[in-house]
Nanobody, 123 residues
Framework: QVQLVESGGGLVQAGGSLRLSCAASGRAFSLYALGWFRRAPGKERVFVAAIDRSGGSTYYTDSGKGRFTISRDNAKNVAFLQMNSLKPEDTAVYYC????????????????WGQGTQVTVSS
């Protein structure tokens, strides 16, 4: 199975930007749809954005639309989440994950997960 490592998190002021990376080991990265999820303190992991295996289709929740952009570079086995206009409510540990088939908002349907990267947005 593909192993994932998230990076790029950090502390940023409200209105700022971060680009998260999801680096994949192995050679099967392009076979899977990829999702970004986040878990705020005391809350469950929730869906943020997803991209299909080819990168041709993306999906965002209302909270991320217009601010977040998900992308992937299958040749380099990496995916990204560009986050602009960050808000304090975006503070969370962000995870990337893979699933078979098309993407889903259901975290339980993803079978590979990274360790997460912390994003903290100050007000």
């Amino acid at each position: 199975q593909v192993q994932l490592v998230e990076s790029g998190g950090g502390l940023v002021q409200a209105g700022g930007s971060l680009r998260l990376s999801c680096a994949a080991s192995g050679r099967a990265f392009s076979l899977y749809a990829l999702g970004w999820f986040r878990r705020a303190p005391g809350k469950e992991r929730v869906f943020v954005a997803a991209i299909d295996r080819s990168g041709g289709s993306t999906y965002y929740t209302d909270s991320g639309k217009g601010r977040f952009t998900i992308s992937r570079d299958n040749a380099k086995n990496v995916a990204f989440l560009q986050m602009n206009s960050l808000k304090p409510e975006d503070t969370a540990v962000y995870y990337c994950a893979l699933r078979n088939g098309f993407y889903s908002v259901d975290s339980g349907s993803y079978h590979n997960w990274g360790q997460g990267t912390q994003v903290t947005v100050s007000s």
